[in-house]
């Protein structure tokens, strides 16, 4: 079934999209239908604003992104940068442009992705725009959290001798947009010829339905560690973690054998030929929290599940460096994904 | 000179556009640099939330309209949104996409504007992202601001009898949209006619450099007016009205002879041969606010500067009618620009 936007018009879209949307979060007081959202933020509540724009053949390639993924995405991307504050998200707005290619069913199955999004993080959608592009689909949200007063961590705090925590494991998404690309090149050349992605779904879930680090905030919380400073890993733990020391106005020693990889992302380098490490700190798109925090906090952060110290910062003329299995010592590179470069690499 | 974007890189050209960037809201705590913007409200106000996006060749033609001035409408009509819930717009978030025909001088020149609407209205740039785009230009702002607490007006308040008010005058946007499309037109005809605008400059002015009014939301203030319901302008009059008597459940009579509509629009409509109530009525992107009072404010709003009354609220089931000069009822109808149309008329 296609039914095409135009029979149902701007409001009309609006109105289906988001007739049985509800609010349920005490700060969301009033949501779409007027001119702006209203949201009412206690005095104790910092409120943080963070913002996204995708954009079809940049960032997403919608011949193996399935709509609802790419819905789901989008939201989560957003919700990682406010954790990265060691806030919360509370609410988004959700703008669209769409070509006529996109029927209204694609878009509910695009905005079908965002509410899953919002209900499993506890968002509440409080507005947007919909619009026509004349070629491909933009997707622009803006999301609104809360911390508390005085909790908000920057990128800007780390200390000499601080620890290197990372969440998770980093490598994996970048190794299933690279499977991903392979197996359409395959497809391509050959109809016949299914994708198989046996053994390897971890590294497309990754890829294709990524999660946002609320899980990892809640611990730091319950172990009661504020970090000095943390974001999330969007763009590589090379480029992160030189934003840490540049801003913090120190240096870094990360150790390569600290860097945790997952199993399926190793091999599917081995059958790339391409260097594990470099995908580990270059790859991009893991959402993982990169944190800071004091040495004395060594035996809690140790205790967490699911984090791994990988070094230490330092004075920052000792520069950001890399310490290699065999001891030698490398510069780091922000070879991270750049969207506005010539080309991708 | 041109400087291509791909020579600074996504953090090269943020840190060019925005490194001069200071902060002066006191609700603005920290902007650009980090996961997310930080903001705090006080308790006594209700944080406000809107959002827009505007695609090149759907929004705006680059070949008649300045990127600069671009720049200032994109800012100016999310302010709008927000001066249209009885508040001010205080921090902005700011997102483009840009193709590679853009240099680093186009981009400067769009972030000028932006910068210029955010200087005269009071408003802080906070944060955004600016990535690549395959083809032409996206913009995607998200406004942020304040309204005292209880003070929120909202579209669904009109009551019977209520009285409607609407700001300046309206279709003279519209009419300087259709005189920059028949110079494009004649200008592709013959190369040495350059367009000539001499007395259209106010419709001119409307179209590519619209403001939002502030000023209205201060007289009202001053008055101690809070009207019963509010919106902007921005898709015609009678698209909004309709909004207004649905969201409150009421009809209106609006009077054909009350419409206030500048000169420049009326000889430019005669010079088209378009009925003029048309364009005043359905013209769109007027930016003008259009609001109800009780009718007990009648002397005080009477008393405003560049205000009319046009009209007013009546019962649901009277429907929503525009009263002729030669007193004919005719059902308004929502004929305002459509961007998800078929065609754009």
Same mark, same amino acid.
């Given at each position: 079934?296609?039914?095409?936007?135009?029979?149902?018009?701007?409001?009309?879209?609006? #109105?289906? !999209?988001?007739? #049985?949307?509800?609010?349920? &979060? $005490?700060?969301?007081?009033?949501?779409?239908?007027?001119? %702006? %959202?209203?949201l009412e933020y206690p005095a104790e509540k910092e409120v943080l604003v963070s913002t996204?724009?995708?954009?079809?053949?940049? =960032?997403?390639? /919608?011949?193996?992104?399935? !709509?609802?993924? !790419?819905g789901y995405k989008a939201a989560i991307v957003n919700f990682s940068d406010i954790y990265a504050m060691n806030g919360a998200p509370k609410q988004i707005t959700v703008s669209l442009a769409l070509s006529k290619r996109f029927s209204v069913e694609d878009i509910e199955e695009l905005y079908s992705g965002i509410r899953?999004?919002?209900?499993?993080?506890?968002?509440?959608?409080?507005?947007?725009?919909? @619009?026509?592009?004349?070629?491909?689909l933009a997707i622009s949200i803006t999301c609104i959290g809360e911390a508390e007063k005085g909790k908000v961590v920057y990128r800007n705090g780390a200390k000499d001798t #601080? +620890?290197?925590?990372?969440?998770?494991?980093?490598?994996? %998404?970048?190794?299933?947009?690279?499977? +991903? $690309?392979?197996?359409k090149t395959v497809f391509k050349g050959e109809e016949q010829v299914q994708p198989d992605f046996t053994g390897k779904e971890y590294l497309l879930e990754r890829q294709l339905k990524p999660e946002a680090r609320k899980d990892i905030i809640e611990q730091l919380a319950k172990a009661n560690i504020t970090p000095t400073s943390m974001m999330d890993i969007?763009?590589?733990?090379?480029?992160? /973690?030189? =934003?840490? *020391?540049?801003?913090?106005? @120190?240096? *870094?020693?990360?150790?390569? $054998? =600290?860097?945790?990889?997952?199993?399926?992302t190793a091999?599917?380098?081995?059958?790339?030929?391409? &260097?594990? @490490?470099?995908?580990?700190?270059?790859?991009?798109? #893991?959402?993982?929290? /990169?944190?800071?925090?004091?040495?004395?906090?060594?035996?809690?952060?140790?205790q967490m599940e699911g984090i791994r110290l990988i070094g230490h910062i330092t004075k920052p003329d000792l520069g950001t460096a890399l310490i290699t299995r065999d001891g030698q010592e490398f510069e780091l590179k922000a070879q991270g994904w750049n969207p506005l470069a010539d080309k991708k690499e």
């Open positions: 079934m296609r039914t095409e936007i135009a029979s149902l018009g701007e409001f009309g879209l609006i #109105d289906h !999209l988001t007739k #049985d949307i509800e609010l349920k &979060n $005490e700060s969301s007081k009033y949501g779409i239908g007027d001119d %702006a %959202a209203v996204d724009l995708l954009m079809e053949g940049v =960032h997403f390639d /919608l011949t193996y992104v399935p !709509l609802k993924h !790419l899953m999004a919002c209900q499993q993080y506890g968002v509440d959608i409080v507005g947007g725009d919909t @619009t026509s592009s004349l070629t491909g #601080d +620890l290197i925590c990372v969440s998770g494991d980093l490598g994996s %998404a970048y190794m299933g947009l690279q499977l +991903l $690309e392979r197996e969007s763009d590589g733990l090379s480029s992160e /973690l030189m =934003h840490i *020391c540049k801003q913090s106005n @120190t240096g *870094c020693r990360v150790y390569e $054998e =600290h860097i945790p990889i997952d199993y399926q091999v599917m380098a081995e059958e790339f030929n391409m &260097n594990l @490490t470099t995908c580990a700190l270059n790859g991009g798109e #893991d959402y993982e929290l /990169l944190f800071t925090v004091p040495i004395a906090d060594h035996e809690k952060v140790s």
